[in-house]
Each structure stands twice: as C-alpha cells, then as structure tokens.
C-alpha cells in the first residue's frame, strides 16, 4: 500500500511559520523521521524555488530555505540565517512533541508589544511562546533583561489576543552552568528570594535541547523553572 502524498499546498503552510529551515526540517516535520530519503519533500521544494515561492540558499554542504520575501526584508534575514535555523529546529521539536497544537507565525504577535519567534496553542487552552537566544544576545547585548521585562508588562495582553494561558520558553546558545547561574540570579533579585507559583518562564540551553530524541521534548525535564530545578513542559503546555 503506498503513502498518501503530503499536498503541497502544506510545504507552503510551513513555509509561512519556519525562519529558515533545511530539508531535514521539513521532513521532520511531515514525518517525524529523517533516516531516509524523502524524495516528495526534495521535489516540492525545490518545485517551490523555481517558481519563486521559496528562497533557496546554499548554506554549508546543502540549501537552506524561507519563503519568499519583499525585496527590503531580504538582506535582513540572511543576516539571521543561524538565529532562524535554531527558531525552526525548536519549533519542528515541539511541534512532532505535540500534533494537536496550532501553530502561530511570528508576524501574528504583532501588536501586544512582545513578539515570539513562533507559538503553538493546545486545545486545552494552553499556549507555548518560544524565545530563542545566541551568546551574544545573552552575554552582551541585554537581550534578557528586555525581553523579560516586556513579556511580564505584555504576556497578558498576548493571553487576551489569543484566549490562551501561555508559557515562555528561553532556549540559550550558552552553557547549561550559565542558564542555571543566571535562573539564580533572577530568584535572588525577585523580592522573596524566589518567584511566584504563576511564572510563566522557563530556560534551557540549547545543547540539551538538541539532546532529547524527537517526539520527546515536551515531556523531557530539561527545562529550569523559577524554583531552580528543572522540569518537562507538557503539563503547561
């Protein structure tokens, strides 16, 4: 019996919530595997770069690939091939983690004043927003501090726009010592010496994110919560 082709107009839909993304990821995300070849999703992507609907790019030994923007928005975004690489790896792993959640693109968050890179909400009313973080942005640039801040001031108005109890996932390209001092840090500056029950953040770093075997990473204690320890997300996602 053979398998039922995967439509295309479904490689378009997952175009319009990846950042960059390779082969690998859309087979992933299709199929839950990459072991073999997949001949339908290497046919239909590169159907959709011949005719424009796709970008493709070389990028190390393969191409990588984003849907087709404005002229304007171009340069921008291979500045940031790295940065939405890792966005669409964390969203492949939630979402195969998952399958019964909506997946929700960045551009949609415009307005509440914080702007994940993706978010997937559940039929129970909950809602996964992810925050994905580079050295840089976590050692030097303030990253934290801002994005922190916006979401406590912002992250009911985002529950608002999409009638879900969300919960903030930091994925930090840095050494897991260094999400855990840095977790620290915030409960010793928070006015108890700890942060309250309703903390809606979580952080891991990125390496042991990569680490959990797809299909498991909601449910993988990784992530480090306000108490200190770490904990899985499926119970609050």
């Known amino acids: 019996m053979s398998r039922p082709t995967i439509p295309i107009d479904l490689y378009r839909d997952a175009l319009e919530v990846f950042h960059w993304a390779t082969k690998r990821h859309f087979q992933l995300w299709f199929t839950g595997t990459s072991h073999s070849r997949h001949r339908r999703t290497e046919s239909v992507l590169c159907r959709l770069a011949k005719n424009g609907e796709a970008r493709a790019v070389r990028y190390g030994s393969g191409l990588i690939y984003s849907l087709r923007r404005k002229k304007s928005e171009e340069f921008r975004g291979l500045e940031k091939v790295a940065h939405g690489l890792a966005c669409t790896e964390g969203l492949v792993r939630a979402y195969r983690s998952r399958l019964d959640g909506e997946v929700i693109a960045e551009k949609f968050f415009a307005g509440p004043g914080s702007v994940p890179e993706w978010g997937i909400r559940y039929p129970d009313g909950k809602m996964l927003l992810f925050e ?6 976590f050692y030097f640039s303030g990253m934290m501090r801002g994005k922190l801040s916006a979401y406590e001031a912002n992250l009911e108005k985002i ?14 390209d840095v050494p897991r010592s260094a999400v855990e001092r840095y977790v620290g840090l915030l409960r010793s500056a928070s006015p108890d010496g700890d942060r309250f029950p309703s903390d809606p953040f979580f952080f891991t770093d990125y390496k042991t994110f990569l680490e959990v075997p797809i299909g498991d990473q909601l449910k993988a204690p990784i992530y480090i919560w306000s108490d200190g320890e770490p904990h899985p997300l499926r119970s609050n996602a």
Do not use: I, M, P
């Not at 994905?132 to 942005?137: A, L, R, S, V």
């Open 132 to 137: 994905f973080g580079t050295k840089h942005n």
């Open 159 to 172: 529950e608002e726009k999409f009638q879900a109890k969300a919960v903030v996932l930091f994925v930090l």
